[in-house]
């Protein structure tokens, strides 16, 4: 049985709204699965209350916490370090507590990296066709780039996303080895030209996400080609359009559900120095 004493370290979740979220769940399983004395819980917080809230949680010692949209971007400014990549996405998901100095990384696109690994393929020194420019595209695409992925072809709306996409695209080229291109996504001549010569296509926009399912941003199933693994960050639904397009083009598909859990396994290791179990998280609350 799990106790709770005067030694318990705590973490969270801050956003608004955060009780749909299934990180307490994830995290909490953890800790007592490696019989580890942390807790996590999640505290509502509206943006403008974020500040207080974080001075609070350094009051109290907190060990660490997550944080959602829109307080991903508000974070940065109240870590006092920054990792290379939260730095450069402007955005942090996650903040480690030391001895009153904030920390801030941002784990997602970490996740991203990890669950196509996890899944068994091989994405480093190969070319990438990423589609959104919101938040989840800029933490791929500046992993990506960190990581190693030779080429990313970006495709995104020319709308409020565009300026700031051009600005991570000069970025990246300049202080990454990765060669990054920026394309408007309407232009599907320019799409499909892009597509024939990517490894992996990964969509990072909202198209497809449920209740829109039967939404996709590629509608044409012979813009994929053999052998291109086709992803979605989407988790819900399970498979969207795109990975069913993508199917019956015979191209491998992966959803959004691991890079969700991989985002946390990062956060929970930067806390603890511990590994998250993940197979048995996996078999507890992500089988697809
Ligand atoms: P966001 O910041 O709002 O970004 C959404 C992006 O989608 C923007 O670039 C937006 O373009 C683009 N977009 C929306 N509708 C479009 C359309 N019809 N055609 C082309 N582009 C369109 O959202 P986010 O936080 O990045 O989330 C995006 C998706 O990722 C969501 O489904 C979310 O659930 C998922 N996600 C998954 C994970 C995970 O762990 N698996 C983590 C984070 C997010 P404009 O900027 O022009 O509006």
Redesign the pocket.
């Known amino acids: 049985m799990r106790i709770i004493n005067g030694h318990t370290k705590l973490t969270a979740l801050l956003g608004h709204p955060v009780s749909h979220s299934i990180s307490p769940l994830m995290h909490n399983e953890a800790f007592e699965q490696l019989g580890i004395n942390y807790v996590y819980l999640s505290f509502d917080a509206k943006e403008e209350e974020l500040e207080q809230t974080v001075d609070a949680l350094k009051h109290l010692g907190a060990r660490g916490w997550n944080c959602t ?1 829109p307080d991903k971007i508000r974070m940065c400014e109240l870590c006092d370090f920054l990792s290379p990549a939260a730095k450069l996405i402007g955005a942090v998901n996650t903040v480690v507590n030391e001895d009153g100095k904030l920390y801030g990384y941002n784990t ?1 696109g970490i ?1 991203y990296m990890l669950s196509i690994q996890e899944a068994g393929f091989d994405i480093i020194g190969k070319k990438m066709t990423l589609l ?6 800029m933490a791929i695409l500046v992993q990506a780039a960190l990581d190693g992925v030779r080429e990313i072809s970006l495709f ?2 020319h ?3 565009w300026k700031h996409a051009e600005e991570m695209t000069a970025r990246l080229n300049e202080e990454t080895m990765c060669h990054v291109q920026l394309f408007d ?1 309407a232009d599907k001549e320019l799409l499909k030209r892009e597509l024939d010569t990517s490894d992996i296509v990964t969509n ?4 497809g ?1 449920s209740p829109n399912e039967d939404a996709s ?1 590629i509608e044409d199933k012979s813009m994929f080609h053999q052998g291109m693994i086709v992803s979605d ?3 819900s639904p399970r498979e969207t359009k795109l990975m069913k397009l993508a199917k019956e083009a015979g191209c491998p598909t992966l959803n ?2 691991y ?2 859990l991989y ?1 946390g396994a990062e956060a929970f290791r930067l806390w603890t120095g511990k590994d998250m179990p993940v197979a048995h998280i996996k078999e507890k609350y992500f089988e697809q």
């Open positions: 949209m997602d996740g959104g420019a919101g938040g989840a595209a995104c709306r709308g409020k996303s996504i990072a926009t909202n198209v996400m941003v960050v989407i988790y959004g559900l890079m969700l985002q």
